[in-house]
């Protein structure tokens, strides 16, 4: 059996089309996932702590004390230590590309901006990092250390003044990923939280007598992870939407290497069974080379990668074919993937067509995996088409922007007709007078 779907577009019927467009959001939106997470968060909000420990021990399988929900110092400084040279090294190495990138950014709005528009019109902005967030890093599939970097390096560096870090616990021992410890002490991020991820999201919403109230809560997740940030929202937390399941798409002409064109794609696959991994292409025959690269590369995974990495390309994943490379790159803008690479003959010339995208890689020498641990451009980005909306989490994401105006006299007399006017019009009389009354309009 072909471990990759092949489909052309046009065939699709609307159902199936709209069902690739939505990948996992759907399930983000499920009305019976989503009043469990409503049942929890008011669990949370009445019994707080309590409310967290036996949902992570429903969800996770973990018991333990509310003493053991924030992690010590000594937890902390014994993952670091235990972590060896090459972790180290790929941890400084992703902390420090991270980082200048995050810096140039920073440096780049940091004194924010005043300017004279008009004769008189002084407006501007000054830019300040949020007082808080809350930084979530899954654990459910494995150890992700580089999540914490891509979201925990953009807050220190933004300069939020208070930081929690979410971890999971792990099954069976209840301890807490030692990679991901050692990046929070590389960071020096001291509060770290052990909880199951959505009633963790709920605490850090309404904050408990162990968890901070916090004002941004980001981190990818699960579709119930998506689902408490999403619900955290109602609640006045605001969240980076949507950071789901893992997706990536990768344009192709009949230029592309498929078997590095296979490396990337299943890249992706291995994410989980619920990730989207796709190609899309004017080139029919580079699927049949596509899929004799993909087989050979998913049979040497070991599992439970090599059952991600078969679901997602027969499902949520795989080719789909198109009539011309205009028609590969409007699907790309309607898809807005999380991950975008360019495998073309000019991909500085497809770029001009691209507009929606959390990223957007050019050539086959810009790998995704390469973006996702050590390029330092953002790696936690929005999913599920909301990449049309917001960007990946970087310094901006956690800094809010205020604005500030300052007008002469006469400018401002010259602002009085026009005001008076729309004030009357409203029936806003003490708006009006604001102006009557400095004697003027």
């Known amino acids: 059996m072909p471990i990759l779907a092949v489909r052309r577009w046009a065939d699709l019927d609307a159902p199936e089309q709209a069902r690739l467009l939505a990948r996992s959001t759907a399930a983000v939106f499920e009305p019976a996932l989503q009043a469990s997470i409503e049942a929890l ?29 924030r992690v010590g110092p000594e937890e902390l400084a014994a993952a670091h230590a235990a972590a060896g040279p090459a972790l180290l090294g790929g941890i400084r190495e992703a902390i420090h ?29 000054q830019v300040t990092p949020i007082p808080s967030a809350g930084l979530y890093v899954p654990a459910g599939k494995g150890s992700f250390p580089s999540v914490l970097v891509q979201v925990g390096v953009p807050a220190v560096v933004a300069g939020v003044a208070e930081i929690a870090v979410l971890v999971p616990p792990m099954p ?36 408990t007598v162990t968890f901070p109230r916090v004002h941004r809560i980001v981190g990818p997740g699960s579709p119930a992870v998506a689902a408490a940030q999403v619900l955290a929202q109602r609640f006045g937390t605001a ?9 990536s798409l990768l344009i192709a002409d009949a230029t592309a290497d498929p078997w590095r064109l296979a490396l990337d794609l299943v890249n992706e696959a291995e994410h989980g069974p619920d990730s989207a991994a796709l190609v899309a292409t004017d080139a029919p025959e580079l699927a049949a080379a596509l899929e004799t690269a993909v087989a050979a590369q998913v049979a040497a995974l070991p599992e439970p990668r090599r059952a991600f990495a078969t679901a997602v390309l027969g499902d949520l994943g795989g080719v789909l074919l198109f009539d011309g490379m205009p028609a590969v790159i409007a699907f790309a803008n309607e898809y807005a993937a ?14 001009r067509g691209l507009r929606y995208a959390g990223e957007i890689l050019l050539g086959q020498d810009t790998p995704i995996g390469a973006s996702s641990y050590s390029i330092g451009i953002p790696a936690t980005l929005p999913t599920g088409g909301f990449a049309k909306l917001n960007g990946g989490v970087t310094a901006r994401t956690f800094q809010t922007t205020t604005s500030i105006a300052r007008l002469t006299p006469e400018a401002l007399a010259g602002l009085a007709g026009p005001t008076t006017a729309l004030a009357d019009h409203e029936g806003f009389p003490a708006h009006a007078n604001a102006f009557r009354g400095r004697g003027l309009g």
């Open 172 to 207: 069976g021992t209840g301890a807490v990923d030692p990679a991901t410890l050692a990046v929070a002490h590389e960071l020096g991020l001291a509060r770290v939280f052990r909880a199951n991820g959505p009633a963790g999201i709920a605490a850090l919403t309404f904050g």
């Open 41 to 69: 968060f008011e669990d949370v909000r009445a019994r707080g702590d309590a409310a967290v420990l036996d949902a992570t021990e429903r969800f996770d399988g973990v018991r333990f004390s509310a003493a053991d929900l």
């Open 239 to 247: 969240t980076n939407m949507l950071c789901g399941p893992s997706e």
């Open 97 to 125: 590309n991270s980082r200048l990138f995050n810096t140039a950014q920073v440096r780049a709005t940091a004194a924010g901006w005043l300017a004279e528009v008009r004769p008189g019109f002084e407006v501007g902005e």
């Open 338 to 351: 999380e991950h975008l690479q360019v495998a073309t003959s000019d991909p500085e010339e497809t770029l």
